[in-house]
């Protein structure tokens, strides 16, 4: 027995002594080792990644979410290297334009210097002051400064088809964009935007067709913020579409709840409502609003240019699911009001 005993000693003392001798190793070649997986990317996947850093988050929160996304291989080297550059407190919150292919040290001066990219999201539909509003959320402008450059800066460009509109909402194009908070000024992210409604929206054969048409870019600019703002899903955008041209060119009054809500800043429309003097009241004036009312997205711009032709007059949308629902006759209309608006 005494001497099992001493063997099991012995097992014991040479498990230490090869645990010390390890940890000896990893500890005298961890500097570099990390030194080296600091300078070296997660993967090759150069896709982006949208980070987000929200209040309250700890630096080892922010270690652990980067491991998750794979823009890292390792958390707790990662948060080793904040813990002991005093960089813990140093992360802001917001959200970084990010890659696996960007190195732990290039993630780590991203999210903690003043080079970081702010990811700023242009819904489709917002007004340019909507825009306004967001961007001063954001920190990115003084309030009211988006605004007043739509409104008074100029830009030098060639405009081309764009040349005859008759103010820029309308084509300040609803996208995502990465934004650098130093270099942000309201006048540069302006002519982003134009040229991004450019390219996206003025194709060959986008072009072609507006050329061929009897409209303008900006009556179809106008029509397209119109049934942005009236249409909820985009298959209904077409046949919307031919409604309202349909009005348009038989000299009807629109009659769309939309280029009301543009004048009162409300979601719905009273009766009273209606009555109020404006152009942009299509309740009360024939023809279209004298600018468009939203930004449209590019499903509601092809729509404006490809109307679907049809029987109806009349649209209205559900309240619990957004379905529109459409009428001949106005008597038809208004029992589908009864039916559904109730």
């Known amino acids: 027995m005494k001497r099992k005993n001493r063997r099991n000693g012995l097992g014991i003392y040479v498990v230490i002594i090869v645990i010390a001798i390890v940890g000896l190793i990893i500890f005298k070649n961890f500097p570099n080792w990390h030194t080296n997986w600091l300078e070296t990317p997660a993967s090759n996947d150069a896709s982006s990644i ?26 707790w080297a990662f948060y080793y290297y904040l813990k002991n550059n005093d960089l813990g407190q140093s992360i802001p919150i917001g959200r970084f334009v990010l890659y696996p292919t960007m190195t732990p040290l290039g993630i780590i001066e991203t999210i903690t210097g003043d080079v970081g990219q702010v990811v700023f999201t242009i819904p489709e539909g917002y007004t340019i002051a909507q ?21 008074n800066c100029e830009f030098k460009r060639e405009w081309g088809l764009m040349s005859g509109y008759s103010s820029l909402e309308g084509y300040l194009f609803p996208d995502t964009y ?8 309201p006048e540069k992210f302006i002519d982003r935007l134009l040229y991004t409604f450019e390219e ?11 050329e061929t048409s009897s409209r303008t870019l900006d009556e ?10 009236e249409v909820f899903l985009d298959e209904d955008m077409a046949l919307v579409s031919g409604i309202i041209w349909k009005r348009y060119d038989s000299g009807w009054a629109l009659g769309m709840c939309s ?8 979601q719905e429309v009273t009766y009273e409502d209606t009555k109020i003097d404006s152009p942009y009241n299509t309740y009360q004036n024939a023809g279209f609003p004298p600018t468009a009312i939203s ?14 032709a049809s029987e109806y007059w009349f649209f209205l949308n559900t309240l619990d699911t957004g379905e529109t629902i459409y009428a001949v006759t106005n008597e038809e209309h208004n029992t589908n009001k009864a039916i559904y608006l109730n």
């Open 50 to 75: 949208i980070f987000e850093i929200e209040a309250g988050d700890s630096g080892k929160t922010v270690s652990e979410n980067l491991k998750k996304e794979g823009l890292i291989t390792n958390g």
């Open 131 to 151: 825009i306004d509003d967001k961007l001063y959320k954001e920190g990115l402008i003084e309030d009211d400064k988006f605004e007043y450059c739509a409104e």
């Open 178 to 185: 990465f934004i650098d908070p130093n270099t942000f000024t």
């Open 200 to 210: 996206k929206t003025l194709t060959a054969e986008n072009i072609t067709l507006i």
């Open 220 to 229: 179809i600019v106008i029509a397209a913020s119109i049934i942005e703002r």
């Open 259 to 266: 280029t009301v809500n543009y004048i009162t800043g409300k």
């Open 295 to 308: 930004n449209p997205g590019l499903s509601a711009i092809e729509a404006a240019i490809n109307p679907q």
